[in-house]
């Protein structure tokens, strides 16, 4: 429920969820705008061997700062939390926009990942605070859907950019927008003043989280590609990132007030709403890494052909998370995330009939297809967690709820990775074949199938809302 400050806020609602929905974009544009622009830019800083770093700092960053931003928002306050993401984002930018080296560019990177990973659980958690029950479902499908489209976008926009008007207007783009972005919030989101003692921060474990984290990650994204899996890189990272883990688990829970409270997944409704974030960021970023690649290296299309092959997901996703509020009120969390799951199962499984010479427009059906059930599937797991959670602890399940999902974000593009590095036999010019891409093609679509499964699991694990139930029932004999 929205606090007693935001209740008489209302006419200031508008302007602050537009101000989310901007960071929100930024962020996620963020993330994929350089994919076509790397080569440009390595080109033009003179070290292409680093170019898989613009994408990992920013993914190891806004890991590491996600599970943080969303407790300390808790402690410290939701609006200082997302000014202080957005004047990292900020900082960032510049600092990319005017790199003089990789060394610099990278570095920005990481300045722009650890904002976005305080940007984007605390955004949801802002609305989450000032919008009751029954609007959530629509302002966080409006979150949900500017994070979709703008992260399938960001590919062509950065071609669009690099090619027209010069790379480092990736990054000069960024600073009016987030000027923009900074001064709606400041201007028009005002908090109720916090009282009583502060709770202490935990940093042991940010420390041991963060370092399990980034180790996590580093060695599934740089695993079988900077060097293999059983080597001793690989191995040392995997074990000293488990060590690290189970520390931090040990601490998290004994300690009174730790970062991360997972004694919070205890509770059937918020571990089973992580985890379907979990398996959504797996499906999602499995499906944006790998589709264009199915698009262009298969069936022989350019980038802007390929990248509607894709944009389909975030014309159904919108569609279905701008209406699964007026759904979940009918029906309830649990059969709208089931519904929606299904949808995904679908449409996973038709991936499973592209081939060498299917039409594009096929391509299109079956990510709209995800889209749609993505829309009825990602949001209302969040909001049935979101509601059962205190106004103390909603940061830290929003918080943990996003790392899932950057979490499974960095699992399905390594996975899928391994799977076309494994699976692709290569011609005599060093690029795969055909008939080789395609083969790897249909083991990641039943990759992607088989986490659409898992999530149809999880989708069913999620507890009845009883009282909700209740109140579903009397209202419909009221109207009898």
Not at 60 to 85: E, V, Y
Not at 271 to 287: D, E, F, Q
Not at 319 to 347: K, P, Q, W
Request: hydrophobic share 55%; charged share 10%; with cysteine.
């Amino acid at each position: 429920m929205p606090t007693t400050s935001s209740v008489g806020l209302r006419s200031e609602r508008g302007p602050i969820l537009l101000s989310l929905m901007l960071a929100t974009a930024l962020v996620a544009l963020d993330a994929t705008i350089i994919a076509t622009a790397s080569a440009t830019i390595a080109t033009s800083l003179g070290a292409f061997e680093q170019v898989p770093w613009l994408f990992t700092s920013y993914l190891l960053a806004q890991a590491l700062s996600t599970p943080l931003a969303g407790r300390l928002s808790d402690i410290l306050g939701r609006k200082r939390l997302i000014l202080a993401g957005i004047g990292l984002f900020l900082a960032g930018s510049i600092l990319c926009g005017a790199a003089w080296s990789m060394t610099a560019m990278i570095a920005g990177r990481v300045l722009q990942g650890l904002g976005a990973g305080a940007v984007m659980p605390v955004s949801q958690t802002i609305a989450a605070d000032i919008y009751t029950l029954e609007e959530r479902a629509k302002t966080q499908g409006y979150l949900a859907s500017v994070w979709a489209i703008s992260s399938v976008l960001g590919p062509t926009l950065g071609g669009v950019f690099s090619e027209f008007l010069g790379w480092r207007w990736i990054f000069w783009v960024n600073l009016p927008l987030c000027l923009v972005a900074g001064w709606m919030i400041v201007r028009r989101y005002h908090e109720s003043p916090r009282t009583g003692p502060r709770e202490p921060i935990d940093y042991l474990g940010a420390v041991l989280l963060s370092g399990g984290s980034v180790l996590l990650l580093l060695g599934l994204l740089e695993g079988g590609t900077t060097w293999a899996w059983t080597s001793t890189p690989s191995l040392a990272v995997l074990g000293s990132a488990v060590v690290l883990a189970a520390l931090f688990v040990l601490h998290a829970l004994r300690a009174e007030h730790p970062v991360l409270d997972l004694r919070l997944l205890r509770g059937r409704l918020v571990g089973v709403a992580t985890a379907v974030s979990l398996v959504v960021g797996m499906i999602v970023l499995g499906l944006s890494s790998y589709v264009p690649i199915y698009a262009q290296g298969v069936l022989g299309y350019g980038p802007l052909l390929a990248g509607f092959a894709l944009a389909a997901m975030t014309v159904g996703w919108p569609i279905a998370a701008s209406n699964s509020g007026h759904l979940y009120l009918r029906i309830g969390f649990r059969l709208t995330a089931m519904i929606g799951s299904v949808l995904v199962l679908v449409g996973t499984g038709l991936m499973l009939l592209l081939g060498a010479t299917t039409p594009l427009v096929a391509v299109a059906a079956t990510t709209f297809v995800v889209g749609l059930g993505m829309g009825l599937t990602a949001v209302p797991p969040l909001i049935a967690a979101q509601s059962a959670a205190t106004h103390g602890t909603r940061g830290a399940v929003t918080g943990m709820n996003a790392f899932a999902r950057s979490l499974g974000s960095a699992v399905g593009v390594a996975v899928c990775g391994v799977i076309v590095n494994a699976s692709t036999t290569t011609g005599a010019d060093g690029a795969p074949t055909g008939s080789g891409l395609m083969s790897a093609m249909h083991l990641v679509f039943w990759f992607v199938v088989g986490a659409a499964a898992v999530l149809a699991v999880l989708a069913a694990l999620l507890p009845v809302d009883r009282q909700a139930a209740r109140d579903r029932r009397a209202a419909q004999s009221t109207a009898a």
